[in-house]
């Protein structure tokens, strides 16, 4: 019996799966929150973007008195040196939301609750 022999012809870039079309790219910033919805981690990832965006809006004066310890439902809980420095945060809360409105638009959790605790 005679083999034969095949060739395939040679790769000439990329091509597309088949069915899919290629559109206008998106950055990589604008993916990422989608796919994370997508897999159930949305609110894990607003809740690094808010605490990355938290020593920020605290400014300096208070952010050595005060650290979030994370964001649920919407809500950013965090934990103050003592009781006077949770008094001057509530009084702070307009100005600190604010700012996380300016750093994370729509994404900015609705409530800060406090709580004296170590940091």
């Given amino acids: 019996m005679e083999r034969r022999e095949?060739?395939?012809?040679?790769?000439?870039?990329?091509?597309?799966?088949?069915?899919?079309?290629?559109?206008?790219?998106e950055s990589l910033a604008a993916l990422l929150p989608k796919l994370l919805d997508e897999v159930g981690l949305g609110a894990?990832?607003?809740?690094v973007q808010?605490?990355?965006a938290w020593?920020?809006?605290?400014?300096?004066?208070?952010?050595?008195?005060?650290?979030?310890?994370g964001v649920r439902n919407g809500v950013i809980h965090a934990r103050v040196r003592d009781s006077a420095w949770m008094q001057r945060l509530q009084l702070e809360?307009?100005?600190?939301?604010?700012?996380?409105?300016?750093?994370?638009?729509?994404a900015t959790p609705s409530e800060?609750?406090?709580r004296i605790g170590p940091l």
């Fill in 6 to 25: 095949t060739r395939r012809p040679a790769a000439t870039g990329a091509r597309s799966a088949p069915g899919r079309r290629r559109g206008p790219s």
């Fill in 93 to 106: 809360k307009p100005r600190i939301f604010a700012r996380l409105r300016g750093l994370l638009g729509d």
């Fill in 50 to 52: 808010v605490i990355r």
């Fill in 44 to 47: 894990t990832a607003q809740a």
């Fill in 55 to 69: 020593d920020e809006a605290l400014g300096p004066e208070f952010r050595l008195h005060c650290r979030p310890d």
């Fill in 112 to 114: 800060l609750r406090l």
